[in-house]
Each structure stands twice: as C-alpha cells, then as structure tokens.
C-alpha cells in the first residue's frame, strides 16, 4: 500500500509570501498519477493540480506543482487571502487504488 | 457543466445499511468516465471509497470491500453507494465525484451521515 505523507502539518504564512507544500509517498508513484486538492471549510475538495504538474481549468498560475518518484510539492507563488485552506496530495495507482495525503493546512500568520 | 448531488438518509442505526445516491446532470454517464465516492470524517482527511466505469466494472478500497457496493443506473444517470454494516467510524461527510483521468474533477457537495442509535 503507497501511503502518502504530507508535511508540514500546518503552515502559518502571510499574504503574499510563498507556500511551499510537500508530499511524500512510501513508494514511488508515477508522475501522471499525483493531484493537489484544495478544500475550504464546509466545502468539497477542489481539483487544483493533476498529473503532477499540469493546472487544472480556471486555476491560477500562482498555483504550480512539480516532483517525481517519491516526492512531490505544491507551490503557492504568492498567497492571496483565498488561498488558506488545507491542501490534499492524491495518487493513483496502487492498492488501494486511490489513496488521499492527510493534509497541509495553510493557515493565515 | 457537470454537476453531482448526492441524496440519501443523513442519520443510519449501526449494523444497518448506509445506501446514498449521486445524480449527475450536465454529462451523460454513458458517455464514459469512472464515477467514485470519497468520504471525510469530521475534522479528518479523505478516504477514497471506490468507483465505478459506466459499464459497471468496479473496484473498491480494500479496507471496506467486504461492506461496499457501488453500481449504476445509466437510464437515471445516477450511481449508488451501499455501505452495509456499519458503525460509529462511519460517520463521515460522503462525496460523489466524477474521475477525469486519475484524479477527481467534478465532486458533488457533500452529505453528511451519521451512525447513531
């Protein structure tokens, strides 16, 4: 079973500053099969990055993603105040066929 | 554009059967794409739950396949979860969602349910 690692738990950061979010997996996962969620409180995840790196429609440039193998990042460029929310890494592939990071919350300083 | 509902009880006794239903409008289910179901508990992380191909192949998280059935009803264009005995642990917000390639694209909103006597 890939078991998916986020880090760090929570990140306290101000507007404007750079988010830099990392996801680690037990075993190495293929590039086409790492996505980034964003979830606000009361909502449903939100599809932000796919295939590791390619954003997905009507997502903002600030928002970009990059990794391999093992290790994986998602990163903020500058945060705007929408941006806190917790952040999902997903990976697919192996049994489970689908399995969920336990979160990065981006919490305003 | 796509968009999921989920509808079902909100509140299941334990060892019952948790049964929720996703209607889809905006996509026809025929058309292709696997559809899946994700749960949250409160306050906790997301756990894939299984998914289904509009053929009506499946394939479930290992850890409940043995509660789990998942099916279609493509003249509905809905899919349905059944979750059978459960508990306490089961309490979770519960989320339909379609799969684009290998990540989920569209969800629905969420529904709560609730095992409680």
């Known amino acids: 079973e890939i078991v998916l690692t986020q880090s760090p738990g929570t990140l306290s950061l101000s507007p404007g500053e750079r988010a830099t979010l990392s996801c680690r997996a037990s075993?190495?996962?293929?590039?086409?099969?790492l996505a980034w969620y964003q979830q606000k409180p009361g909502q449903a995840p939100r599809l932000l990055i796919y295939?590791?790196?390619s954003r997905a429609t009507g997502i903002p440039d600030r928002f970009s993603g990059s990794g391999s193998g093992t290790d994986f990042t998602l990163t903020i460029s500058r945060l705007e105040p929408e941006d806190f929310a917790v952040y999902y890494c997903?990976?697919?592939?192996?049994?489970?066929?689908?399995?969920f990071g336990g979160g990065t919350k981006v919490e305003i300083k | 554009q796509v968009q999921l509902q989920e509808s079902g009880p909100g509140l299941v006794k334990p060892s019952e059967t948790l049964s929720l239903t996703c209607a889809v409008s905006?996509?026809?289910?025929?058309?292709?794409?696997?559809w899946g179901w994700i749960r949250q508990p409160p306050g906790k992380g997301l756990e894939w739950i299984g998914s289904?191909?509009?053929?009506?192949?499946?394939y479930y998280n290992p850890s409940l396949k043995s509660r789990v059935t998942i099916s279609v009803d493509t003249s509905k264009n809905q899919f349905s979860l059944k979750l059978s005995s459960v508990t306490a642990a089961d309490t979770a917000v519960y989320y339909c969602?379609?799969?684009?390639?290998?990540?989920?694209?569209?969800w629905g909103q969420g529904t709560l349910v609730t095992v409680s006597s």
């Open positions: 075993q190495s996962v293929s590039s086409s099969y």
């Open positions: 295939g590791a790196s």
């Open positions: 289904i191909y509009h053929s009506g192949s499946t």
């Open positions: 905006g996509y026809s289910i025929s058309s292709g794409y696997y």
């Open positions: 997903q990976q697919y592939g192996s049994s489970p066929r689908l399995t």
């Open positions: 969602a379609r799969r684009m390639d290998y990540e989920f694209d569209y």
